[in-house]
């Protein structure tokens, strides 16, 4: 069945160093894949969408690259800011399956 | 903006209990959706639907019933409730695009304690 995997339950990181959270995926069809955010005692909120034809998405500093040869779609930003401590899901479009998310700390 | 409301937003029942959990979208979307979200499993879909009187079954439907009455109002029913189902509850809405753009609309949560 269609699944997704987040191997990082847990990332530390210090503020200005660079950001990658990974995503790997199975689907029977060619899907398209998410990264939603979620910020402490707040709603999910979509951050990123794939696309069909290789653009790279970008939002507030993150960006994600669909790979279908490795079946990945890792979100990346090139320096962390200590805002972006939250919860990140990657989804699936089969009926949005979420994977079991990443929680980001950024310290000083 | 778009809306989804969830209500109660915090419910405390006993093991055996009868919990309703609402929730209402006025954003005209076709689908809603009910998930529950806990620490290591992140969001794990219960039920969906694609509009009223029709209802789809998720990835984790075991003692849940879902109803949705009118394209606004979806339904989570838990019977008789276990510790087990413990956890915060979301409910979302999306147009039919939304499997394809990822918009979905999120209410605020429900959180559900069963003693």
């Known amino acids: 069945g269609d699944s997704v995997t987040q191997t990082e339950g847990l990332v530390t990181l210090t503020e200005g160093l660079p950001v990658m959270l990974n995503c790997t995926y199975q689907s029977t069809y060619s899907p398209f894949l998410f990264w939603y955010v979620q910020h402490l005692n707040e709603a999910p909120k979509l951050l990123l969408k794939s696309f069909t034809d290789n653009k790279r998405p970008e939002h507030q500093g993150f960006h994600a690259t669909l790979h279908k040869s490795s079946s990945s779609f890792h979100l990346q930003k090139s320096s962390a800011q200590l805002s972006d401590s939250a919860l990140y899901y990657c989804a699936l479009n089969e009926k949005i399956t979420f994977g079991a998310g990443t929680k980001l700390t950024i310290k000083p | 903006e778009a809306a989804v409301t969830q209500s109660p937003r915090n419910k405390v029942t006993v093991t055996g209990g009868n919990v309703t959990l609402s929730c209402r979208q006025t954003?005209?979307?076709?689908?809603m959706y009910w998930y529950r979200q806990d620490t290591g499993h992140g969001l794990r879909l219960i039920h969906y639907?694609?509009?009223?009187?029709?209802?789809q079954i998720g990835d984790v439907p075991d003692g849940y019933k879902a109803t949705r009455t009118t394209q606004e109002d979806f339904f989570l029913l838990l019977e008789l409730a276990s510790p087990s189902q413990t956890s915060l509850y979301f409910c979302a809405s999306s147009d039919p695009l939304g499997v394809n753009t990822g918009q979905l609309y999120f209410g605020e949560g429900s959180k559900l304690t069963v003693l």
């Open positions: 639907s694609y509009g009223a009187g029709n209802l």
């Open positions: 954003n005209s979307h076709n689908y």
